[in-house]
């Protein structure tokens, strides 16, 4: 049995509980993946990273982020959250002018970090996003009535696939209630992580709504918080749409109010086209986990 240092952070967070909660496992080098995910499934949470020595060049710290089912190259709260963590903890130093580099099973994803080293304010590049050429299949069809007029489902992959749609307006979208089988069995038959829908919200704060449905990957978390690799596949949506509300690229939308949470994430596509996604982090809890 062995005791390893535990953070359970809050990330897209103004104020502890109104975000995504992550746990987080410092030193886990002597862990096995099998061991990672029996950690993980019974910490419950919707991810937790597990932080190991870098093995690639020129990266500052190395994670590898679990589901309680799965593994997964790239998530974005977890990395935001990550990159908090390495940096409160003294994991990593950030260089010329806050720059890191996180290594995970995506690749390689730089890091922006300003403010305090006690409170740094973080910025992380979403790998690149791709559009996927999948014909949706059998769409829920109380999903698809409430689709803004012209759209359909479209697939998108930065590490997660997520099924991306447009609803007609923001009331329709907080008011939705979608039949949870419905959504498991379409996206678990057109192998997606979840769909994510959006609609525009002209609001203190922010202009974007967004809500993320996962009931296949996450049994337990069928709606997802905040979301960050989803918000930022929905940045690179817009992008290609020439539809990024605001100006010079960047946005701040909301997500989690239908789940008694107040996510805020930060989203900003830069003129090369990386979409960047960032927020608030809240620390909860610092302790330890022992484990085998």
């Known amino acids: 049995m062995a005791a390893f240092r535990y953070l359970q952070l809050d990330v897209f967070a103004h104020q502890p509980g109104s975000g995504n909660p992550l746990g987080?496992?410092?030193?886990?080098?002597?862990?096995?993946?099998?061991?990672?995910?029996?950690?993980?499934?019974?910490?419950?949470?919707?991810?937790?990273?597990?932080?190991?020595?870098?093995?690639?060049?020129?990266?500052?710290?190395?994670?590898?982020?679990?589901?309680?089912?799965?593994?997964?190259?790239?998530?974005?709260?977890?990395?935001?959250?990550?990159?908090?963590?390495?940096?409160?903890?003294?994991?990593?130093?950030p260089r010329d002018g806050g720059a890191l580099v996180q290594q995970c099973a995506a690749g390689l994803l730089p890091v922006r970090v300003s403010g305090p080293a006690d409170a740094p304010s973080i910025e992380l590049a979403s790998p690149p996003a791709r559009h996927l050429p999948t014909a949706p299949g059998q769409v829920p069809e109380p999903l698809q009535a409430l689709a803004a007029s012209g759209h359909a489902p479209e697939l998108w992959d930065n590490g997660p696939r997520w099924w991306l749609l447009p609803l007609r307006d923001a009331a329709a979208l907080r008011s939705l209630a979608p039949d949870m089988a419905a959504l498991r069995d379409w996206?678990?038959?057109?192998?997606?992580?979840g769909v994510a829908v959006f609609a525009d919200e002209a609001a203190t704060g922010h202009s974007r709504v967004v809500r993320a449905f996962c009931p296949g990957d996450a049994v337990n978390v069928p709606e997802d918080p905040v979301t960050g690799s989803a918000n930022a596949l929905i940045g690179a949506w817009l992008r290609a749409r020439g539809a990024l509300p605001g100006g010079g690229g960047a946005y701040v939308a909301s997500q989690g109010r239908e789940v008694g949470r107040d996510g805020r994430v930060h989203v900003r596509v830069d003129a090369e086209g990386t979409v960047w996604i960032g927020g608030q982090v809240q620390p909860v809890i610092d302790g330890q986990v022992s484990w085998m």
Do not use: K
Not at 47 to 64: N, Q
Not at 71 to 78: D, R, S, V
Not at 187 to 193: D, I, K, L, R
């Open 187 to 193: 996206t678990n038959a057109t192998g997606a992580t």
């Open 24 to 93: 987080v496992v410092l030193g886990a080098d002597g862990l096995s993946a099998g061991r990672m995910q029996a950690l993980a499934a019974w910490l419950n949470l919707s991810e937790t990273v597990f932080f190991l020595r870098p093995s690639a060049p020129g990266a500052d710290y190395h994670i590898r982020i679990f589901t309680p089912g799965s593994e997964l190259p790239f998530a974005g709260h977890p990395s935001v959250g990550a990159a908090w963590a390495a940096v409160t903890c003294g994991l990593a130093t």
